[in-house]
C-alpha cells in the first residue's frame, strides 16, 4: 500500500453479481429492491440450506443457489415466524454454483404452467413445467444479488470469518444499493408509477422480414405462411436470463433455415408468400405478438404490406435445442382450421422424408391429444384473436417440457446441442418451402435446401457465450454491439412507440435479427454480388424509401438494400403513449388477454452497487468520539489550570 | 468509521494542539505567526529527507533503521538553524522595542514563543503523518493491519499523531532553555529522546507490536512533558536573577 487511494481501495471490496429488480404491474410489485432509501448494511451470514436459516439480528444471507426456492418457500409460510424471519434478512447473496444441484431436480423461476391465465383453454392447472418453483412473480422487501465465480469465494472467505470471530464486531458486512425510484415515489403499481414518471414498460422491438421480398405498397395479395419464433427469455436475475433452449434456439433455427431458404431461386414463382416474424416480450404478458396482431389491426406504417387476412397459415418453432432423440412434436389447438392445419403437419413430415438419409433423420409427431391445447406460446395470442387460425407450434416436447431449466440462469449453451438446432433448422426450412409451394414442391428440391451446420454454432457462440459473445465476426460484420455479453430479457421501452425506431434504442439481439434477415433477404442477393458496386453507402437511412441500410457498423458505412425487413414495437397494447407520457388504456370489453395481461413495468434506478467492508459497532464509534472529547476537554482544563498556577507563582515571586 | 468516529480520531489526535491554540496562541498575533513559520520549516526539513530518500524507498524493512537515524538528525539539525533564526528575530524585536520605547522580551514571552514553534512543529507533523490517513475513517468501513489486530489502523495513528504532537511542542521548550542557558544535558535530551521516540515506533512492526508501541510512544510524550514542565517551574520559581524580568507579567505582554 502506497497511499491514502489504495487504503481505500483496501478497505472497500466491490464485488460482482447480478441484481434481482423491482418490477411492477397492474395489481402492484413483484421482484427485489432494497427497503427503503437508504442502502441496506448487515454482516455476512452462511447457511448450508434453507431450514437451518436462524437469524438473531439483521444479517446478509449467503446461501447456496439450491436454496433459493426453499428459502423463499420459508418466508411464505403464514406463521408468525417466517415474518419475524424476514425482517430481519438485509439482503440475500446466492453463490454461484457448478450446476452441481439442478442437474439432479432442474430448476425454474417461472411457474408451472407459465402464463397459465393467457392459455386458450380452461385447464390452467396442467403441469407444463413441472420443475417450475415460480419465484420469478415473488415480491420481496430486499435486495438479492447472485454472485460471480470470483466474488462467491471471497464473500464465502468474510462469512467465515464472521464465524470465526462468533458474530462479534467488528464483522464483515455487505452494502446493497438497490433503490428503486418506484419506491422513493411511494408508487407500487403500474398505473399509478406510469402516471409520476418513476418506471418504464417492457418492451422491444420485434422484427419481421419477408422472403422474397415484397412489394409493400402494392401487396400481390398471395396468402402469407408466417413464421414465428422469440427472441426473449427472463430468470430470477435478468441480467443472466440466456433462454438458449427456451425460446431462443426456436429461434436460432428459424435464422439458420432462413439463410438456406435465401440460397434458393425461384421463390417468387411459388404459390404463397413467406412471412419471418421474431417477437420479443413474449415472456411479459405475449406483449410482442399481442401488439403486433394489433399493429396489424390498425393498419400501422410498422406492417405495411401485412394485414391479418392475408396470413394463411402459422408455423411456431418453439424450444427445439434439446430434442436428443431427433423427434419433434407438432402441437395444435382442436380448434384451428383442419385443412390448412393439416397441410403444415404434411409439410414437417414431408420435410421429415426428405432428411431420412441425414445423420439426424428428424421425425415429426403430432403431440399427444391428451394434453389440453397448444403449450405456453405466441400463438396463443392469434388463437385468441381468431380460434380457428391454422397455427401450429414445433417443440423438443410432447407432453410435458424437456427443458428442466425454463426462464432460470441455467438454460444456457450447455443446454442445447448444435447439431438438434440445425436440423431442426433443416426441417423448418424444407417444411417452409413446401408450404410456400402448396405442398407440391418434389423431394429433389427439397433436398437442395441445406442449412449451414457453422452457422449454427456461430450464432450459439455469439448469444450465449462470454467469448467470443456479441464481438464475434458474423454479429460485427453486421452491426456494433453496445456490450460484449447480452442477457435476453426484454429490457424497458425506452422511445416513442411511433417514432421511427432508432437504433441507439434498439438492443443488440433485436438489431442481429433484423440486420441479418434484411441481408439473407435482399431482393437480387445473388445478382448483387456480382455487381457488387452498385449498392449505395449508408449509415442509417437511405435516399429511397423503398430500401433499407443494412450491416452499418463503426468500422464501415451499411449498404442500401431492397429488403421488406421492418422492426415492429412490442409493448403491451394495454398502454398508450400520450404527449404526458405512457398511460393505462382502458380495458375494451372482449379482449381477454388483456383483461389478463398484468402489463409490467420496471421502476427506475440510479445504480446498482454491491460491495463489502469490515465495519465496527455504533459503540466504538461513540466511544472513540467520547475518547476524543474527553482528551480535548482534559486538555484544555489542564492547560487552563497550568497557566493559573503558573501566574499565581510569578505573582508570589 | 462514518464520521462519529473519524471526529473521534481527529479529536484524539488534534485535540489537545486545539486548546492549546485557543488558550495560548490564539491571542497573540505575533505566536500564530510562530506556529506557522515553525510549521513551514518542518516541511522543509520533511522535503529535504523525502528528497534524499526516494531513491531508495519503499524498501525493505531493515532500510527503516537508517532511515528513521538520517531523518531525526536532519530534523535535529533544521531545529539548530530554527534556535539561530530565533536568536536573530529576538534580538531585533529587542532592538525595535527599544527603539519605540516599550518592553523587550522576557522569560515568558520566550516561553510561549518555544511553546508555539513546538506547535507548529507538531501540528505539521499531524497534518502529514496522520490526518490524511484519517480520511478514510469518515466513511462506514474501518480497518485493521494485520500485525495488529487489537486496534483499527486509525486509532493507532491517532495515538501516536498525538504523542509525537506533545513530543514536538514540549522538545522545543526544552531544547530553547538548553540552547540559551548552554545546559549540555538538556540539549542532548531533545534529540535522543526524538530519537528513541522513533526508533520505538518500529515495535509496531512486530506482529502485535502496536500493544506496546502505542503505549511507549505516549510515555515518551509524558516525560518530555514532564521535563519541560520542571524547566518552566524552575524558572518561574524563586530565582532572583530573573525576578526584575518577571515583574511585568500583568501588564499586557509586548508580543
Known sequence: MRSVPDLENAMYQSLQGYPCVRLLNVTGELGCANPGRTKAIAPIQRFQDANSVQLSAPRTLLLPSSALVGFLKRLEEADGSSSSLEQQVAGLLIEYDNLSFPEVAGFSADSIFPQAEFAPYDTKSYQWNPTGSGIMYRRLNFPVFLLHKNSTDDVQALAAKNERVGFKYPLNVAEFNAVMRTTKAGTHTTESCLRENSCLPLGGYSVWSALPAMNVSSPTGKPIVLAIASMDSSSFFHDVAPGADSPLSGMLALLAAVDALAEMGGLETLKKQLVFLVLTGESFGYLGSRQFLAQLKSDSNFVMGLNATSIYQVLEVGSIGQAYDSTFYVHKQASAATTPTLQILNALKAAAVSLKDSTSKPQVKPASPSNPGIPPSSLMSFVHKDPTTAGVVLEEFDTIFKNKFYHSQYDDASNINVEVIASAASLVARALYMLASDNTADTTILKSIQVNVSLVEAMVGCLFHQEPGMTCELVKSLMTPSQGFTTHYVGVFQQEPSAIPDPYYIEDTSRFVWNFLADRTELNRKEWKKFSAQNEECTDACKNPEEVCVASTADHKGRCIVSTTRYVPAFSPRLGYESSGWQLLPLETGDTMGAADPVYTESFWSTIGLQVYLQESSWFDEMVLFLGVSITAFSFFAIICTKAVFQKRLKRA | ?255
Not at chain 2, 536532519?74 to 520605547?101: D, G, M, P, T
Not at chain 2, 522538545?171 to 544535558?185: E, P, Q, T, Y
Not at chain 2, 530573573?242 to 501588564?251: A, I, M
Open chain 2, 1 to 255: 468509521m462514518t464520521e462519529v468516529g473519524g471526529t473521534g480520531y481527529a479529536l484524539i489526535a488534534l485535540g489537545p494542539a486545539f486548546s492549546l491554540f485557543l488558550t495560548v496562541i490564539a491571542s497573540k498575533p505575533f505566536l500564530i505567526l510562530t506556529v506557522l513559520g515553525s510549521a513551514m520549516m518542518w516541511l522543509v526539513s520533511l522535503i529535504a529527507c523525502a528528497i534524499l530518500w526516494r531513491a531508495f524507498l519503499p524498501g525493505a524493512v531493515w532500510t527503516f533503521l537508517p532511515l528513521l537515524i538520517t531523518v531525526v538528525g536532519i530534523q535535529e539539525a533544521v531545529r539548530l538553524y530554527y534556535w539561530c533564526l530565533y536568536l536573530k528575530v529576538e534580538h531585533f524585536l529587542n532592538k525595535l522595542a527599544a527603539k519605540v520605547s516599550k518592553p523587550q522580551l522576557v522569560a515568558t514571552d520566550k516561553i510561549q514563543i518555544a511553546i508555539a514553534s513546538g506547535l507548529g512543529h507538531g501540528i505539521a507533523h499531524s497534518v502529514f503523518f496522520c490526518l490524511s490517513l484519517l480520511t478514510p475513517a469518515f466513511g462506514p468501513a474501518t480497518y485493521y493491519i494485520d500485525s495488529c489486530v487489537h486496534m483499527p489502523l486509525f486509532l493507532v495513528a491517532a495515538f501516536m499523531g498525538l504523542g509525537f504532537l506533545l513530543l514536538h511542542t514540549f522538545s522545543m521548550v526544552i531544547a530553547f532553555n538548553a540552547l540559551a542557558g548552554d545546559k549540555h544535558f538538556h540539549q542532548l535530551f531533545v534529540p535522543v529522546m526524538h530519537l528513541c521516540a522513533s526508533l520505538l515506533t518500529m515495535v509496531n512492526l512486530l506482529p502485535g507490536g502496536c500493544i506496546a508501541g502505542v503505549p511507549m510512544t505516549l510515555i515518551c510524550a509524558v516525560v518530555t512533558l514532564a521535563v519541560a514542565g520542571k524547566i518552566v517551574w524552575d524558572k518561574t520559581g524563586t530565582g532572583s536573577a530573573e525576578l526584575g524580568n518577571l515583574q511585568r507579567v500583568h501588564s499586557s505582554s509586548s508580543l
